[in-house]
């Protein structure tokens, strides 16, 4: 058995469908319900740890998204706004996913 940290390799958001009077549906801000673990020894496929239940969500659509980073030792010790203060200042951050 290796001591080597794993990581999610995806994650699973969900967002919810709101009726628009002038575009007809629109999708709402996604939230993170679930993270894909990689099996052991390098066997195919993943298993899901849920944290919200799916029960729980109304309507609305899913997104199977690959993890965007893989934590190092780098990452685990820069500030968690380090990435924020790079990014253009006229940027919108709110559309980056």
Avoid: C
Wanted: aromatic content about 8%.
């Amino acid at each position: 058995m290796s001591d080597e940290k794993t990581y999610p390799t995806h994650r699973i958001s969900f967002s919810e469908v709101n009726p628009d009077a002038r575009k007809g549906e629109q999708v709402g801000k996604p939230i993170d319900v679930a993270t894909v673990w990689p099996r052991k020894e390098g066997k195919q496929g993943g298993i899901i740890e849920w944290h919200i239940h799916p029960s729980k969500l109304g309507e609305g659509v899913f997104f199977h998204l690959e993890n965007e980073r893989q934590q190092t030792n780098e990452e685990q010790q820069a500030d968690g706004f380090d990435h924020v203060d790079q990014k253009e200042r006229g940027q919108d951050q709110g559309l980056e996913r």
